[in-house]
């Protein structure tokens, strides 16, 4: 059964950066295009980012377009999710998707001053 771990969240300051990770295990991680979404509280879950099989393709929501990077490693069977000039608009819980099969458990990012 495949399996997505999330980490890397926790509290950041207004502009500044915080990388997630999430680690694959028990499918072959190289087929499948990764994405990450996150939910604030209150609000539905949204799409953030997607990244292709071999990674030569991403495409990110407008709201992080510039600030947000995406990339993996198929080799370590990770992908990441660089995320730059940080607002607080930006806190939610971060998930990833192995598309269209896992769900991580995901990781809380939080910013504030």
């Known amino acids: 059964q495949g399996q997505l771990v999330e980490s890397g969240g926790g509290l950041v300051q207004p502009g500044g950066s915080l990388r997630l990770a999430c680690v694959a295990s028990?499918?072959?991680?190289?087929?499948?295009?990764m994405g990450w979404y996150r939910q604030a509280q209150g609000k539905e879950r949204e799409w953030v980012a997607t990244?292709?099989?071999?990674?030569?393709?991403?495409t990110y929501v407008n709201s992080v377009k510039g600030r947000f990077t995406i990339s993996r490693d198929n080799d370590k069977n990770t992908v990441w999710l660089q995320m730059t000039s940080v607002k607080p608009e930006d806190t939610a819980v971060y998930y990833c998707r192995a598309y269209t099969a896992y769900w991580g458990q995901g990781t809380q990012v939080t910013v504030s001053s």
């Open positions: 990244i292709a099989s071999d990674g030569g393709k991403t």
């Open positions: 028990g499918f072959t991680f190289s087929r499948y295009a």
